[in-house]
Nanobody
């Protein structure tokens, strides 16, 4: 089970740091990722990290502003979001997949991030 928290309302240019706590199994060897879905749009990839954090990927729209990190001892992954823009407004979902897989079988329920202009 993946449970996100830490979303909320922030002004244009502000920062937030949602987190995703995993339970029920150990995800330390899994690739962890964040996706988002804005109103009226399809869900899109934001970022991912392998278990050690040595391989991270970012969507072009967030590169340089967002940072993914993980604490495997706490089974938790974080998304540091800075320089937020109104177009970052979306429900943010945490997800996990096996390192050798391509599908994301595990998903959280999402946390809403709203950036006001």
């Amino acid at each position: 089970q993946l449970v996100e928290s830490g979303g909320g309302l922030v002004q244009d240019g502000g920062s937030l740091r949602p987190s995703c706590a995993a339970s029920g199994r150990t995800f330390s060897s899994y690739v962890m990722g964040w996706f988002r879905q804005a109103p009226g749009k399809e869900r899109e990839f934001v970022t991912s990290s392998n278990w050690s954090g040595s391989n991270t990927y970012y969507a072009a729209s967030v590169k340089g502003r967002f940072t993914i990190s993980r604490d495997n001892a706490k089974n938790t992954v974080y998304l540091q979001m800075s320089s937020l823009k109104p177009e970052d407004t979306a429900v943010y979902y945490c997800a996990a997949r096996p390192d050798n897989g391509s599908r994301w079988p595990y998903w959280g329920q999402g946390t809403l991030v709203t950036v006001s202009s």
